[in-house]
């Protein structure tokens, strides 16, 4: 019997507010994840461009590169690895950021169904229904 009184009992203010607490940070890591899921799709988006293009001309011509805040002059044939390599690391990193954000987005279910009461839409008097004036 004392296991119903905890389980039907109101939360206090203090309890209310660490789970609001609680639920910003998970949806703002959320949020976060999603953000860097964003730009490095297009960072794989821009590299499969650029090589594209690379792969388009004579693999003696000359391409600027940006590397470490310095611009080097290189051959195509010399940066087309490269980029590879580097689109081969983003794949990676988008796949794990995927995961990661399936895990979340679990995390944050488990979560609402833990501490959130959100009624059935069967308990929730219509609306439709009502007795007009």
Do not use: G, H, W
């Not at 950021?97 to 944050?108: D, G, H, S």
Request: negative net charge; glycine residues 0%.
């Amino acid at each position: 019997m004392d296991s119903d009184n905890r389980k039907s009992r109101i939360p206090t203010f203090e309890e209310t507010e660490k789970l609001l607490i609680k639920f910003n940070e998970l949806n703002a890591e959320q949020e976060e994840l999603i953000r860097l899921l964003d730009n490095l799709e297009k960072e794989v988006k821009q590299t499969n461009i650029d090589l594209d293009a690379l792969r388009n001309v004579n693999e003696e011509n000359f391409c600027y590169r940006i590397e470490n805040d310095k611009v080097r002059i290189l051959k195509a044939k010399e940066i087309i690895p490269t980029l590879e390599k580097e689109k081969l690391k983003k794949d990676k990193e988008l796949d794990s950021l995927r995961k990661r954000i399936v895990e979340q987005n679990e995390e944050m279910v488990e979560f609402k169904k833990k501490y959130l009461k959100i009624p059935d839409s069967k308990d929730v008097p219509s609306t439709s229904n009502a007795e007009k004036p």
